[in-house]
């Protein structure tokens, strides 16, 4: 690259930097001043929101050390592959996986949120929707999604994802008490956090493998060139 080319995307680069800091900015900022706003709207003391929950309950730092375990694995894989979608943008994608990715992502995201506020114990009953209404709405919406993504999926190390729902189901099956098994939450969360670290594994190589094979098909054009 010429040094003249490098000071303009240098400059370029610093612009929209700024821009972009600006903008996070704002629209965080706007954001937690219409949360609390709401708050003191319903008669939510705002600090309740802020506070870590353990300084709230007085409890050990370890307490709900699995679910903020899963609550990071969440969140890193989902970031992932809205990564690895954006840079496999405008590439060869024959199986079409980058769509696929967003979609697994934008999924990823709610089911975060979900597990997070338990919204589907707590946040949606409060609306009237029982919980098992929920769960079969989860499950109707993977299965749609994994249909009308099945040729990319299949192009990816699928095995990977099929396993890691299956301890999803196990997960759920064994919260509702469908096989007659109860004992307790670390019983019942073991095969799910097993199941994010196997759907958060799947989600970060399908990222890897798409951008890699875009570089590789890249490399093998130019070199033939």
Known sequence: M???EWRTGAVEGTRTGWRSAVAVIVAVGLGLLAVFL???ATGVDPRLVATD???IAKAPAFYGGMALFGFGVW???AGAAFVGAIAARGGPDPYRISPMLVQAGLLTTFLALDDMYQLHENGFQRIGIPQKVVILAYVVIVIAWAWANR???RA??????VVGLGFFALSVLLDQEVLGISRGPFFEDTPKII???LWSLWLARSAIRLVRSQRDAAATTAAAA
Request: with cysteine; net charge negative; charged share 25%.
């Open 151 to 153: 040729t990319a999926i």
């Open 2 to 4: 010429a040094i003249d």
């Open 156 to 161: 990816t190390e699928s095995p990977i994802a």
């Open 38 to 40: 709401i708050l003191r």
């Open 195 to 197: 199941g994010i670290c």
């Open 75 to 77: 969140g890193a894989r």
């Open 53 to 55: 929950p353990d300084d």
